[in-house]
């Protein structure tokens, strides 16, 4: 029998997450069914780019998803993975996701998560939680989206905004430097993201820098609510990256810069 290899998992799910061959057992999120059927869906649609499911046992509350082989990034993040190339694929990848997760009404419906959603929802399914430990490389490129505990109905400018803030990223240089190489260029990689993207409309080019705005301050209750509940891992990295002062001062740059960001995509 093969001996279960933890894996790193997220936040969430720290120490929770466990390979066995080919396939992934891991808590469930609540709406596993619903997601489930998802993820089936987008890959008859043609998006190879995420796991399928393989097992659902609510009296555990766990699941079985397939194994998705390939490197990913951990912080502190390796340059490899903040390149530009790497950064195009990812907005490739995302294009993607977008184009093969059109939901209907009744999808639309579904319990989802509303701790990262929209809050306008949206005629797709986006992933809102992008980030590089999510992300699955190939041969330095964009391969495979894991993780997708917080998919929810929204816009596709939403999940662009959710993926700009970690890969770009969306943070004041005194919080970069925790986890990201030095000197990386936002508003320039922000275009980079956008054009890879395929982010055409100018009027969603333009809305792109005040939308990123709103999903920090989504990002910003998501972490309040954890902490209320004493979740012990995101109290440790709140603690350990400077409390609230560290956000209000990550949003003041953003607020700051707004201007200068929304130059670079639409100038």
């Excluded at 000197?183 to 409309?201: F, N, Q």
């Excluded at 400077?242 to 956000?247: T, V």
Aim: charged share 20%; aromatic share 8%.
């Amino acid at each position: 029998m093969t001996t279960p290899e933890p894996l790193p998992g997220g936040l969430a799910n720290a120490g929770a997450v466990f390979r066995t061959g080919r396939a992934v057992d891991r808590p469930a999120p609540a709406h596993a069914p619903a997601l489930h059927a998802r993820l089936r869906a987008l890959r008859a649609r043609g998006f190879d780019g995420a796991p399928l499911p393989v097992a659902h046992d609510p009296a555990t509350g766990r699941e079985r998803l397939t194994y998705v082989p390939g490197d990913v990034a951990l912080p502190p993040f390796p340059a490899w993975a903040m390149t530009d190339a790497s950064l195009r694929s990812v907005g490739a990848l995302l294009r993607r996701l977008h184009d093969a997760s059109a939901l209907d009404a009744a999808a639309r419906d579904a319990d989802w998560p509303r701790d990262m959603a929209d809050p306008e929802g949206g005629p797709v399914l986006c992933h809102n939680d992008v980030c590089p430990e999510n992300v699955v490389f190939r041969d330095g490129r964009a391969a495979a989206l894991i993780d997708f505990d917080l998919a929810a109905p929204g816009r596709p400018v939403w999940d662009l905004a959710m993926t700009a803030r970690y890969w770009i990223p969306m943070l004041d240089p005194h919080a970069a430097a925790h986890s990201y190489p030095p000197h990386l260029d936002v508003p320039r990689r922000l275009t980079v993201l956008a054009d890879a993207y395929g982010l055409g409309s100018p009027a969603d080019r333009a809305a792109l820098p005040a939308t990123i705005e709103d999903t920090t301050a989504v990002c910003r209750a998501f972490v309040a609510a954890r902490l209320a509940a004493g979740d012990p891992h995101f109290t440790r990295i709140h603690e350990e990256r400077g409390g609230w002062p560290r956000w209000d001062r990550l949003q003041t740059w953003l607020t700051d810069h707004r201007a200068e960001f929304t130059t670079a995509l639409t100038g």
